[in-house]
């Protein structure tokens, strides 16, 4: 019987793989068709998309009665996607973001962390908590929109174009009637997924003992994490490094901001001692290890990629032991 619900959270990754990713490649196109500039959609429509898994588990997870899978997800996912998703493409085949200035998104990440981690000393989770870190996603968009304005204008006084290949999964000639499909189908299949991924995940919890944080923190962070892994891969192959770190940043704050912020409307969130001891720091410290490769300009090489992925690793064992 647990082989089964191994076999099934297998499916369910499978499921949430595929359709956050043609979520994703519909978002893009949608935003290309309407006009939004290449240079923000990895942090906005590409991020809100791959980060689409994680809200609807967390949701799931509320409504089940297993809050402590919620925010283990959110926290893992956030974790999971500087040290697994930017470490295994740059130990593939590295990531030079040398030309990438993302000082203002890195910046706007990491007052999110420590908003969100004041906030959980205030814990538990509730709807105040909701409405606050709601209002700060409403201020990163609207910054995000401001930025799009100021792009598109100096483009227009340069006379330069975006291109639509700057963003991983862009078709210039995709009819509507395929972006429609896509959005369809990417909306369809996450809520599937997330539907089989949490119930097995919650029998494989009790069957070993271990709480459904900790399973929220490492299976279900690394299962949600599988669309941004899928689009920075891709986005490095294609030397798109831009979107790679885009998608990382602009997925970490819709996770702290986004997520929490609706979830904690529907039902409160408990905030665990292990997580204000231990995991809320763990998710700060990744982040404040991009610093160097922001500001620095350091490219992520097949070395750093070996010590983020170790450093992932490191960190599942710690959790699940």
Known sequence: MLLTEFLMAGLGLVILLL????????????????????LIVSLTIVAFGTSAPELLISVKAILGGVPGLALGNVVGSNTANIL??????????????????????FLIMICATLAFIALAFLGPFTWWHGLILLAGL????????????????????LEVADSPEDVEGADPDMPWWQIILFLVLGLVGLPL????????????????????????????????????????????????AAVALGNVIGSNIFNLLGIIGVVSLIGPIPVAAEFLRFDLWIMLATSLLLIPFVYRKWIFGRAVGVVFSALYIIYAVVVLS
């Not at 130990?91 to 993302?102: P, V």
């Open 19 to 38: 359709a956050g990713d043609t979520l994703v490649r519909g978002a893009v196109n949608l935003s290309l068709r309407l006009g939004i500039p290449a």
């Open 84 to 105: 697994m998703v930017l470490g295994i493409p740059a130990l593939l085949m590295g990531l030079d973001t040398s030309d990438c200035d993302s000082r203002r998104n």
């Open 138 to 157: 409403v201020a990163m968009l609207g910054e995000a929109g401001w930025a799009a304005r100021n792009h598109r204008r100096d483009m227009a006084a």
């Open 193 to 240: 997924g997330a539907d089989i991924l949490v119930d097995a995940s919650v029998v494989i919890a009790q069957h070993y003992g271990v709480s459904d944080a900790a399973i929220g923190l490492t299976l279900v962070a690394v299962g949600t994490s599988l669309p941004e892994l899928a689009t920075t891969v891709m986005a490095a192959l294609r030397r798109h």
